[in-house]
């Protein structure tokens, strides 16, 4: 079992922690504010005076800091001297960087209880994905809000699909992996949680396949979008199975007294 170091146990950051301790880790625990992680303790952290002794101790650190506080920050930050960005993706991005570098918070999708998108879904962390197969179609499920992506299977897309959130996926298999191939996406999400941003051109496949004995899924991830990437790309994600009951969580619950996110507010009640 190894040992994981956590700094940070705050709002986002005890849940991931939690959920590490759930998994069975050990771990060890710092926060500027010890009550912060008192909760923890109480289900087996171990909490150290400083972050050098949490790093001293484990095997791993892990952190959630906010900005210019407690340390260095710790938000991803866009590689500008990627050369497969177009020069206005780069600009956007250097824009982005020089304004989280002041201060402002680094944007994810999660945090500000929004959509998404395609890959940004499976950037998503720390919480399970729940799968649903039926004859005419795959449900993805995110735990942490319920958010849901839809798959079609055995059907062509659409002539023209209305641009929305998450797209159009239909999907088929080729002997025991899962092809699913998405368009239609609008442009107001990221494909990272660098903050990549991409043009309604976006297309993504992604080969969803089992492997090490049906212990891991794993997913390889083709990027295209010739307005803002010079040539495709692709990745690869991995989620390992667990068994665990979804739990019920409203995303924006609470967050609006911490930082101003832009969470989505209805303008009229729905009953």
Known sequence: MKTLGFIGTGGMGSGMAANLIKAGYRLVVNDLRREQAR?????????????????????????????????????????????????????????????????????????????????????????????????????????????????YLNVPHSENPKSTWYGESVGHYEGDMLVVDTIGMNDKTFLDNYRTPHTTKLHVVERWKMVEEGKTLQVTITVEDPDAFNEPWWGVRRYRRVQEKMGEEICAENNQHLFDYQIPIASKPDF
């Open 39 to 151: 909760g923890l303790e109480g289900q087996g952290a171990q909490f150290k005076d400083s972050p050098k002794a949490v790093a001293e101790s484990c095997e791993l650190v892990l952190s959630m800091l906010p900005n210019n506080v407690g340390g260095q920050p710790t938000y991803r930050m866009g590689d500008l001297s990627n050369p497969n960005l177009k020069p206005w993706v780069k600009e956007w991005m250097k824009k982005d960087n020089d304004e989280v570098l002041a201060g402002k918070i680094g944007y994810t999708a999660r945090s500000s209880c929004a959509a998404a998108g395609v890959p940004g879904f499976l950037t998503y962390p720390v919480r399970p994905v729940y799968f649903i197969q039926t004859p005419k179609q795959v449900a993805m499920i995110y735990s942490g809000d319920a958010q849901v992506r839809r798959i």
